[in-house]
């Protein structure tokens, strides 16, 4: 199993230096990801969180799709960061940090959908807001 130490490091660089790879080897299920992620919205939806954001396709799809809202991707890598930033430059209701969910997820609350796209196969979305982590 891979570490949030993995992904910030070698695996999300080599994660990174492949991307093009990647969306091309998605490009069957991604319409799939991206239309529940759409299913979920509602026209309410304004604020959206993609957790392992990789570098930026399911954000900026979503941003495209839905206009309204402002999108943030949230990834451990920060070399997949740099890249969904310069993919979405011209995006304005785009943006992408370089953070642990865990940690991110009180400074983005209240949203109004999360949706996790690291990995195709077992994406999901939730139109609940993520509970910020327990401090034992």
């Not at 490091?9 to 790879?21: K, P, T």
């Not at 109004?112 to 979305?125: I, R």
Request: charged share 15%.
């Amino acid at each position: 199993m891979t570490t949030a130490y993995d992904w910030s490091g070698r695996i999300g660089d080599v994660w990174a230096e492949e991307w093009r790879r990647t969306d091309r080897s998605f490009t069957n299920l991604t319409p799939h990801l991206n239309a529940a992620i759409l299913a979920a919205a509602t026209p309410k939806t304004r604020k959206i969180i993609d957790i392992g954001c990789g570098a930026g396709a399911t954000s900026l799809a979503t941003a495209q799709a839905l206009p309204n809202a402002t999108v943030t991707g949230i990834d451990l890598s920060p070399t997949l960061i740099e890249i969904a930033r310069y993919r979405g430059r011209t995006a304005s209701n785009a943006s992408f940090e370089c953070a642990d969910i865990t940690a991110a997820a009180p400074n983005h609350a209240p949203i109004d959908l999360q949706s996790t796209s690291t990995s195709p196969a077992t994406a999901s979305c939730s139109s609940r807001t993520p509970s910020p982590p327990s401090r034992h």
